[in-house]
């Protein structure tokens, strides 16, 4: 006679909290390792993951670039920079860049503040970045909006002649082409100034 084989029942599929039991170390597990790199990134790299560094970099532009911006339009009013830029009217807009250019340097010189420029760029770069970045968000961006423009054409000469002087050979470029943009919308709006 054959073995007889004892009947084995068959497996009940697991219940829910059965696979949650299961799942749930797993789920933990990620999510701390994904806390751990989002806090070393924002860290070691100063990258602004999952977060809103408004309150951060509004304190450090208040402190950097605020200045700059606000000497810019100082230069603006001075009489000898108006009589300049006003005798270069009929000359090419080249030739008016380069006046603009060599005021404003000469401002940063004599202020002992061409130091402040790269710094002031890349916290701007980094201001746009996380505004381009669909993890990071700035509250109030749009109130950046007049002096991004300002900085920029006020300061494009000194910062265009950093690009490839020991700086990266797109130093400035997110900050111009966001200032262009920016510029040229409110020309589209009837806004010049």
């Known amino acids: 006679m054959g073995k007889r084989r004892a009947k084995v029942p068959?497996?009940?599929?697991a219940g829910l909290w059965s696979l949650l039991g299961n799942a749930l170390?797993?789920?933990?597990?990620?999510?701390?390792?994904?806390?751990?790199v989002v806090a070393f990134l924002n860290y070691a790299f100063?990258?602004?993951?999952l977060q809103?560094?408004?309150e951060r970099y509004r304190k450090s532009y208040d402190d950097l670039v605020a200045p700059l911006v606000l000497g810019s339009y100082e230069v603006n009013e001075d009489r000898t920079y108006k009589t300049r830029i006003a005798a270069a009217m009929n000359k090419s807009p080249t030739d008016r860049a380069a006046i603009v250019a060599?005021?404003?340097?000469?401002?940063?010189?004599?202020n002992n503040l061409i130091g402040k420029i790269e710094p002031a760029v890349r916290l701007i770069e980094r201001i746009i970045d996380?505004?381009?970045?669909?993890?990071?968000?700035i509250d109030d961006y749009d109130a950046y909006r007049k002096d991004?423009?300002?900085?920029w054409y006020s300061y494009r000469g000194p910062i265009e002649r950093m690009r490839g002087?020991?700086?990266?050979i797109d130093f400035g470029s997110s900050l111009e082409k966001e200032a262009r943009r920016m510029y040229q919308e409110d020309l589209s709006t009837g806004d010049p100034s």
């Open 10 to 13: 068959p497996e009940k599929p």
């Open 130 to 137: 996380c505004q381009d970045s669909l993890l990071c968000q």
């Open 148 to 151: 991004f423009i300002q900085f």
């Open 52 to 54: 809103n560094p408004s």
């Open 102 to 110: 060599d005021q404003f340097g000469k401002y940063l010189t004599e």
């Open 25 to 36: 170390p797993t789920a933990l597990g990620v999510v701390t390792a994904l806390g751990v």
């Open 46 to 49: 100063g990258i602004s993951v």
């Open 165 to 168: 002087n020991g700086k990266a």
